[in-house]
C-alpha cells in the first residue's frame, strides 16, 4: 500500500490537540506513525524527507516514564510549505 503527502498530513491534522501539556500540533513519531498507519521505520524516513525540505520543526516535551520520573524527548510539528521563487 502506498500512502501519499497529503494523505499523512491530514492523518497528522487528525491528532487530538494538544491538552496543554505541549505545543499546539506537537506529535511524537509513535502517535505520528500511528496515526499515518505506518511503521515507525516508514513515518521515519518520511518525517527526514520533511526535514531536508524544511518543513519539520522539532519542539522538546517532557513524558512521564512509567516509574514515574519525567523524561525530555522530541516530539515534532510540521510547517506549511512555501512558495518558491525562482531565480
Same mark, same amino acid.
Given at each position: ?11 497528522? /491534522? ?9 505545543? /499546539? ?9 500511528? /496515526? ?37 524527548? /522530541? ?13
Amino acid at each position: 500500500m502506498k500512502i501519499n503527502e497529503s494523505e499523512i498530513l491530514e492523518a497528522l /491534522a487528525s491528532l487530538k490537540p494538544s491538552d496543554g501539556d505541549r505545543p /499546539a500540533g506537537a506529535f511524537t513519531s509513535l502517535e505520528g506513525a500511528a /496515526a499515518a498507519g505506518l511503521s515507525l521505520k516508514t513515518f521515519m524516513r518520511y518525517l527526514h524527507q520533511l526535514k531536508d525540505a524544511g518543513r519539520l520543526e522539532i519542539v522538546p516535551i517532557t513524558i512521564t516514564r512509567l516509574d514515574g520520573k519525567p523524561q525530555p524527548i /522530541a516530539a515534532y510539528r510540521i510547517r506549511a510549505a512555501t512558495k518558491r521563487t525562482r531565480v
